[in-house]
């Protein structure tokens, strides 16, 4: 069957009716206003994923955030398609590059 929801709340394809690992922490760099969290107040500490456009992971990396921590095991880069019509991903593909170089040395 397919995934794709049909936009009718309590769908069972409805992302609000996931029950997913528990315990999961996901994090959104998707507006800018979580971009000023994540540098105010460690929004982003303990998330195992985040979730973000190009441009506002860059800029909460620019900002000094550190958006892979310890506990962050995956990065989903969202609106994938504007990777390749902006510069803004080089900085958070450089910065994945070195955790996993990281990684590997372990």
């Known amino acids: 069957g397919s995934l794709a929801s049909d936009g009718i709340p309590g769908n069972k394809s ?23 969290r ?5 929004y982003l500490h303990g998330a195992h994923v985040v979730v973000g456009t190009p441009e506002l992971i860059s800029a ?6 550190n958006v892979i921590g310890p506990d962050c095991r995956a990065v989903v880069v969202d609106e994938a398609d504007a990777c390749f019509a902006s510069a803004a991903i080089n900085p958070v593909l450089d910065a994945l590059r070195e955790v996993g170089a990281k990684t590997d040395e372990k």
């Open 38 to 42: 994540a540098v105010e107040d460690r």
């Open 60 to 65: 909460a990396m620019d900002r000094g955030v």
């Open 14 to 36: 409805n992302m609000f009716r996931f029950n997913g690992p528990r315990g999961l922490r996901v994090k959104g760099l998707i507006l800018e206003d979580e971009v000023d």
